[in-house]
């Protein structure tokens, strides 16, 4: 007989924050009737200077069974926390779960970007996705690499083996979910290996404060100059000469002035 939920929930803290606040945003989503168009990611919006997308895209889903899956998969995936020993545990997970979301929705990016201006593929100029999935992938492979033995549970009945889960769960979802986002899964499995072998390392409380707070400092004013949401107590504007910037407080105070650069289909992941 399986421990009680309370005592898993303890055992998986951040995993169970993380399932919580996915949760919380699909509620939200669903409740205001927000459609994927305004949350997903894609290279067009980016383009249009969206970065704030790369965060949102990540803990949206379209759907309960969009939001079930990919939860389902990540509470299995909550052991980590308990493998300190493995140099993981609750703090690197954390650490490189936040490394997950914004590397891996880069590359994503990156992959489109070639996709597009190589091939000349326009249909990945417009396409949208969405979804925690990267995230789960990656954390998929690198549990793979550091506990070749562990299996993957989803939905209490289908076990995996850990060591090829990330390449069988690519393949599965893809022809079971056909508008799953392949390369946003394949992008979460490679920030995966990349972290797992150490190409990606040295992750610490002050490089995860620092991370956060600048990418809480590009996600405030990528919003505000993106048009999508009016931060009244800033202003962003233009200078004369756009290579000297200039920063300072007007008014009472609280509005901040300063020079800026200015820079179809949908995917679940």
């Given at each position: ?6 005592y ?10 993380i ?8 509620f ?83 992959m ?46 289908l076990?995996l ?36 072998w150490?190409?990606?390392?040295g992750?610490?409380?002050y ?19 993106s048009g ?6 800033l202003e962003?504007e ?32």
């Amino acid at each position: 007989m399986g421990k009680p939920l309370f005592y898993e929930i303890l055992e998986k803290p951040a995993t169970s924050c993380i399932i919580g606040i996915c949760s919380g945003i699909w509620f939200y989503i669903q409740k205001k009737n927000i459609g994927y168009q305004h949350v997903g990611l894609s290279y067009e919006t980016a383009n249009e200077g969206h970065h704030w997308r790369v965060i949102t895209s990540a803990f949206s889903h379209i759907s309960v069974l969009h939001l079930v899956f990919n939860m389902s998969a990540l509470w299995s995936l909550g052991v980590i926390e308990q493998l300190d020993h493995l140099g993981l545990g609750v703090a690197n997970y954390l650490h490189y779960t936040l490394v997950l979301v914004v590397v891996s929705g880069l590359l994503v990016l990156g992959m489109y970007h070639f996709l597009i201006q190589r091939f000349k593929i326009e249909y990945f100029r417009r396409v949208t996705a969405v979804g925690y999935s990267c995230v789960v992938f990656g954390w998929m492979t690198i549990l793979s690499v550091k506990q070749p033995s562990s299996k993957l549970d989803l939905f209490g009945f289908l076990s995996l083996p850990i060591s090829f889960a990330p390449f069988e769960s690519l393949i599965f979802t893809s022809i079971i979910v056909p508008q799953a986002s392949f390369l946003g899964h394949l992008s979460g499995i490679i920030v995966g290996y990349a972290i797992a072998w150490g190409l990606i390392h040295g992750m610490t409380n002050y490089w995860a404060v620092s991370m956060l707070g600048w990418i809480t400092v590009v996600f405030i004013f990528s919003l505000k100059h993106s048009g999508a949401y009016d931060f009244s107590f800033l202003e962003i504007e233009s200078v004369t000469d756009p290579s000297l910037p200039s920063v300072r407080f007007i008014g009472n105070g609280r509005t901040l002035q300063m020079n800026t650069v200015p820079v179809e289909g949908i995917q679940i992941v």
